[in-house]
């Protein structure tokens, strides 16, 4: 009988972490998470999908570098996921040194373990579309260079870079997923997806008056969380380690997803006005809902272009199974049935 398969999933208490727990539980594997010693929040992503109590949890920091150590040479894990990280863009720039020490240092700190007391381990390092910052090209993919403009996107692109040095110098099996963002029902309510959402079913349940956002006209390419996990597992199943850009190829404004997001929970939205006085009425009161305030701009913002998938397609056999439209209705629902 072979024997299982032993995963470390850093972050685990994060998004990504709990449903690529999920996917790692369902194909057998011993799931091992880790969560940072400060964490106050209870590992709820994974009470959600009834997960939790098939994983054992284990304090993990990536400032640590002795505890890193200390588990990754006990553990000998066949595979590590580093889903951990500073991972608010607007964070970073108010916490620059700290998001680099977490984000490029403490990805720095796992390699160097794997490299000293575990070569065998595969890893996976959770890069980011925002290292293409406002770099000029058509779409995105694996040979587009690099232009980050937020201390979060330089900060991934160091351990993005990284992970190419230890692959070529050291012969590691380590590689990086180029995520473009992907959301969810277990996004937190910072992120400007959930914000859209939750907010407006306060609205209609008269718990809140408005919905204010920043740049309405900045253009994501959304994917679903639960899509873009099993791309990060079929890169460590491959027989080489190499990079990926994994994203939906569909590109969609803020300003696109409150209208379907608005559109699907019973509102009739009127915009009027531009700029920082556009405003967003609900005719069948005649209320504005939702307002613009500069608070919510960024320092610099992406103008994004869409992601190309074409090599995880072709060598990873992977693409997103659910379109935008779905993405919006299935975080509508999931939010709605918090108020039944
Ligand atoms: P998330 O929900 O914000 O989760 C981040 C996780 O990192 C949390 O579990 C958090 O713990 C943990 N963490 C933060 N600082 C840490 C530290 N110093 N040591 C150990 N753990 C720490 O993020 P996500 O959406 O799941 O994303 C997963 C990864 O993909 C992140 O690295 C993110 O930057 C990257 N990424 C995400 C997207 C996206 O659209 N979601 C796109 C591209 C790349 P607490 O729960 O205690 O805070």
Known sequence: MSKKKKALITG????????????????????????????????????????????????????????INQVIKKEKFNEIYNLAAQSFVDKSFLNPV??????????????ESIRNFSKKTKFYQASSSEMFGNVKSKYFDEKTSFQPISPYAV???NAHWMINLYRDAYGLFCCSGILFNHESPLRSD?????????????????????LILGNIYA????????DYVEAMWKMLQQKKPEDYVISSGMINSVKTFINKASNYLGFDLKWTGSGLNEKGIDSATDRV??????????????????????????????????????????ICDAELKKYK
């Open 12 to 67: 685990i208490s994060g998004q990504d972490g709990a449903y690529l727990a999920r996917l790692l539980i369902k194909k057998g594997y011993n799931v091992i998470g880790g969560i940072r010693y400060d964490t106050r929040l209870k590992p709820w992503r994974l009470e959600e999908l009834g997960v939790h109590n098939k994983i054992k949890l284990i304090p993990f920091e990536l400032l640590d570098e002795k505890k």
């Open 219 to 226: 253009e994501r390419d959304w994917g679903y969380a639960d």
């Open 155 to 157: 900060s991934k692109l």
């Open 190 to 210: 910072e992120y400007v997806s959930k914000k859209i959402i939750s907010e407006l079913i306060k609205i209609k349940h008269k718990k809140s008056k408005n």
């Open 98 to 111: 700290y998001t680099n020490n977490v984000n490029a240092l403490g990805v720095m700190r796992i390699l």
């Open 289 to 330: 809902i939702i307002k613009i305030d500069k608070k919510f701009f960024r320092p610099i913002d992406i103008q994004y272009k869409h992601g190309k998938s074409d090599k995880a397609k072709k060598n990873l056999n992977w693409k997103p199974k659910t379109n935008f439209d779905n993405l919006v209705k299935l």
